[in-house]
């Protein structure tokens, strides 16, 4: 039996005990974690993930939200990180393309800009190549009008022209849960809300790992032949309690993104440009919001609360003013905000936007594999090389054998889809179909997007429930029932922020009805008043820590 429902969570537990010792046992629930689930349980293998907080409660919630191959590696001559996740775009659009979107980005050119329409046009060029974009989709270079024409903000007497080039935009917290779900369907099991504070080690190997369950407190063991660190910016804080933090060691860096109602900054088109000090910043409109970041500081502060400082929000107002000078942002128009870390490794004498986004994989004398580094957009080519590693273990140490990797061709849960004609088309369809529910065209969009065929299931719900009279909240709280029935939502922030994302991109709405969220997690679970106020308050700060500087 699959459990993918929050009330199972106990028959979870059990079947976690009963089917340890496992063939390999995953650490972190963001994207990495997800992906390398994914792939070991694809191949056959018994799979156990455990992540210590909510899914994609990491850096996986908090990127820019791009599946690109990063255009600006290309100044550090990163040609294979680059050609890998370039062409990693494509595949992973056709495994989820209600989730990850053909999204054309303007590079504008300006007069004393940092690169020139031939550097800017050449490099462009190259990384299309590298990245094998198909023809029609390669880069055009336009004309300082047809630059105004399509982005009518940048009317700065300093515009040359710009370069109109392919990536792909997604939700990250939504990618990673839907990983999950395909594992479990897969056969793995993953449970979140389940802390490891040690290893369990028989003749100085890693057997197995000693967990909590953070939500009951409950300690529980649990052993796998293989233990792979997928843990983000936690990897050192593992490998030091495994005695293997030695050689390289992480880079962590601060990124930070900011979210302004779309009327304060009406962006009609994605945008990725430079700024005075050199860097380079994107903005993206996105629905009723625009989002823009990111920044890129060193980061020694604690891992498991990161925030944007008020040193962060004024940089980037700055940065996008210096650009936009008549929108004239300031603090009062910033609705919400994301901060992450990058777990980066680290490279003696470099800064932190001059470390190398690759990823790597440390193994320890105890066998304990690590697995840090990396991009979002190369999850996968990520898990297939670090489940080749527990493979090549297990054959030699076990004489077990596995199928070769399938992830290419295994769809994620949700992609009922055989190209993007066909999500538009039922995103027509459910646009269509939403408004005998009193519900604005807008969440057509933002279900398909969100939840891809599944949205069939929530509409269901939302037909079963003609006794909430406001359209909006009726549609809030059928999310809910679905996501407590089938993406192990444990509290209201799962829900808020990495279920619906409305935390960032809807704050308005989480506001005017965060209230009746709470009230429907207490009858669902019977909590007790000092249940109920606890979530209350975290609620409250998380509002204060995203949206107030
Ligand atoms: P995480 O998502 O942090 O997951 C690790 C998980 O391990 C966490 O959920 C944590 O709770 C869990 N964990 C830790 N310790 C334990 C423990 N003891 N027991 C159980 N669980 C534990 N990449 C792109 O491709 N495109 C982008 O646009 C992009 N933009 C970015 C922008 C910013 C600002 C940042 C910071 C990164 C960006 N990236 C981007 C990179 C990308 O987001 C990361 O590479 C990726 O999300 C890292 O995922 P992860 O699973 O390794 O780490």
């Known amino acids: 039996m699959q459990y993918y429902s929050v009330f199972e969570r106990q028959l979870l537990k059990d079947k976690i005990q009963q089917n340890s010792p496992y063939h390999l046992i995953v650490i972190g629930g963001g994207v990495t974690g997800a992906g390398i689930a994914l792939d070991a349980a694809s191949r056959g293998m018994k799979v156990c993930l455990v992540e210590k907080q909510d899914f994609a409660s990491g850096t996986s ?13 290309l100044k550090q001559f990163e040609f294979k990180l680059v050609a890998e996740t370039g062409r990693e775009r494509a595949v992973i659009h056709h495994l989820a393309p209600h989730l990850v979107h053909p999204e054309k ?3 504008p050119i300006f007069k004393n800009g940092s690169m020139g329409k031939f550097t800017a046009s050449l490099g462009i060029r190259v990384y299309d190549l590298l990245a094998g974009v198909e023809w029609k989709d390669q880069m055009t270079y336009l004309d300082e009008n047809e630059v105004r024409a399509i982005e009518p ?45 040690d290893f369990i080690t028989r003749n100085d ?41 030695k050689g390289k060691t992480l880079h962590l860096t601060k990124g930070v993104h900011l979210v302004t109602p779309h009327q304060r900054f009406p962006l009609k088109q994605s945008i990725y440009f430079d700024v005075p000090d050199g860097r380079m910043i994107f903005a993206i409109p996105r629905g009723q919001v625009t989002y823009f970041g990111t920044t890129d500081t060193d980061y020694h502060g604690t891992l498991d ?38 777990p ?8 932190a936007s001059e470390i190398s986004r690759k990823d790597e994989i440390f193994v320890s004398a105890s066998g304990l594999l690590s697995i840090a580094g990396g991009k979002l957009t190369g999850y996968r080519l990520m898990a297939r090389k670090a489940v080749n590693r527990v493979e090549q273990f297990l054959r030699a140490d076990e004489g077990l054998s596995f ?10 849960c949700g992609n009922n889809f055989h190209s993007e004609k066909d999500v538009l088309d039922y995103q027509e369809n459910i646009t269509d179909r939403i408004k005998e529910f009193g519900l604005e065209a807008r969440y057509g969009q933002y279900l398909v997007q969100n939840y891809g065929y599944q949205t069939q299931k929530i509409l269901e719900l939302v037909a079963g429930q003609s006794g909430e009279p406001d359209p909006a909240l009726r549609l809030l709280r059928c999310e809910l029932q679905y996501c407590l029935q089938h993406e192990m939502v444990c509290t209201p922030l799962d829900f808020l922020t990495r279920r619906t994302g409305r935390m960032y991109f809807d704050m308005a709405l989480v506001k005017q009805y965060y209230s009746f969220i709470l009230k429907d997690f207490q009858n669902a679970f019977a909590w007790t008043e000092t249940q109920y106020e606890t979530q209350h308050k975290e609620v409250l700060q998380s509002i204060e820590d995203l949206s107030m500087f």
Not at 313 to 332: E, K
């Open 61 to 73: 919630s908090k990127s820019t939200k791009l599946i690109h191959g990063g255009l600006r590696y």
């Open 153 to 197: 903000l940048l009317a700065s007497d300093k515009l040359l022209g710009g370069c109109l080039y392919a990536e792909y935009r997604t939700d990250d917290a939504r990618l990673t849960i839907e990983l999950v779900k395909t594992a479990i369907a897969q056969g793995a099991d993953c449970i979140n809300y389940v802390e490891v504070n």
């Open 205 to 245: 190997r890693v057997v197995g790992v000693k967990s909590v369950d953070v939500l009951s407190g409950e300690h529980f063991h649990i052993e796998g032949k293989v233990v792979v660190n997928a843990a983000g910016p936690w990897v050192d804080g593992l490998r030091e309690k495994d005695g293997s933090k």
């Open 105 to 107: 980005m303007l590079l």
């Open 344 to 351: 980066l490794i680290h490279e003696q004498g470099k800064s």
């Open 305 to 342: 609360k990161v925030v944007a400082s008020a040193d962060d929000v004024d940089y980037l107002i700055n940065a996008v003013n210096s650009t936009f000078p008549d929108l004239d942002l300031s603090r009062r128009d910033i609705q919400s905000s994301w901060a992450g870390l990058r």
């Open 403 to 412: 199928k070769a990797c399938q992830t290419k061709n295994i769809l994620l």
